[in-house]
């Protein structure tokens, strides 16, 4: 299996560690940033590259893992997927639905397997959630990203490049929340800008409510100016049932009376590259727990609460 990876930065890091635990060796890198490709090749005795056409014709990878920041994507997705390769790829797919639809078309035509680092559908309390909920409805989905950024990422707290809090983090809870409620017709965010000096240039803390298919009810909480005990968690409401996901890895609660009290072991950094190489090996796309296509459908609903905090309406989940 000839892996390859398109940019090389912070998230690349921790995919290629997994990597390295199930002794997968990575073939060629590309990043525009010449010295970051060089060394980080020279580190997975890999080929450098700063142009990832050239390297998809150059090496012809079966499997590329693209970690470039939103407003980087172009057609990286679309050109890997014509050539054939499988496909992994970092959230947010994109910052624009235009971009993401052609690469979810060009993966659709070329068939072949791909998944979105949603890391959190993969941790144990998830799958332990699924199993307990099972086919119990779920009437409401409350979740939130408290943290403070720091200067790391230059590029994170700009509208241009990531286009805002809720569409570049908070989608892991977004995602995490549609993947337990469903898909989500309609928003509406409040926002405020300006709470604290060169952290972002646009609204550091939001608040998001949803209305599901279903009929159930969400809302959704993110600020990147303060840190919280309490940072990324998710609570699940239905019928004699409550459910809260955190950040340690607990899941605690109770259904029908009943206390629920479990703690994971992986937040599943490691398992959603575990499950990818597996479905790769199988060539089996029943084994990804989060789609390309799925992956745009949390993009939508980001970028309609964002259109909503310019709005000030409710805004419709575009299709
Ligand atoms: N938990 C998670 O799932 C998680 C955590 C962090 C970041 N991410 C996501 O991963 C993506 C990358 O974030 P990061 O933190 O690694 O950013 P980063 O800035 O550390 O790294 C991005 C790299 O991409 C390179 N790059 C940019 N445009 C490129 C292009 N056209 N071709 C090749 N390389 C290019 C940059 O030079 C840089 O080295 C973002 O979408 C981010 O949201 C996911």
Redesign the pocket.
Known sequence: MKIAF???????GNYRRSLKQLERPIAAV????VE?AEAIATEENATAYTN?GEMLQQEKPDVVFV????G?HTT?VAEAAESGAALFV???VAQNLETAQYASDAIAAAGIINQV?Y?ARYSDITVKTKELVSSRKLTMGIGRFLTRMGAS?P?WGKYDVSRGQMV?QTT?VFDLIRYFLGDVNTVHAYGIKGVSDGIADFEECTVCNLKFESGAVGSITSTCVARAHDSFATELVGDDLYLKLTHDLGLRGQIGGEGIDYTGTEAGYFRQVEQFIKAVDANDQGLVLSAYADAVKSLAVTLAANRSLETGQVEQVAE
Request: with cysteine; aromatic share 4%; glycine share 14%.
């Open positions: 398109i940019g090389v930065g912070g998230i690349a590309c990043d525009i940033n970051r990832h970690c470039i920041p939103p980087a990286q970092a959230k947010p680092g890391m990422h590029w570049e892991h």
